[in-house]
């Protein structure tokens, strides 16, 4: 089993800390030049590690039937729908 650091320094295998996987998330959210649509990781070692930058998107995570599959899906479960259509971005 992986032991997780939780200072900031990745572990033995290369991965991300515990304290720093939110650290993407924050970058998106706050960082003006991330653009609408564009997804943030770890910019380092296949994306397992390192800073926030921004990071690779898959060609099925671009998929306008599966997004529109997942939304209604979603709002079914949740019994909570939502008057406007999500649109992906053009952006990658």
């Given at each position: 089993m992986t032991s997780w650091t939780l200072d900031g320094i990745p572990?033995?295998?290369g991965r991300t800390a515990v304290r720093a996987g939110a650290l993407p998330t924050l970058r998106a959210a706050t960082d003006l030049s991330a653009g609408s649509g564009s997804y943030w990781g770890p910019a380092?070692?296949?994306?397992m590690n390192g800073p926030p930058g921004p990071a690779g998107i898959s060609k099925r995570a671009k998929d306008t039937a599966v997004a529109k599959r997942l939304w209604e899906e979603s709002e079914k479960l949740t019994g909570v729908t939502f008057a406007f259509t999500p649109r992906l971005s053009k952006a990658a």
């Open positions: 572990d033995q295998t380092r070692l296949f994306e």
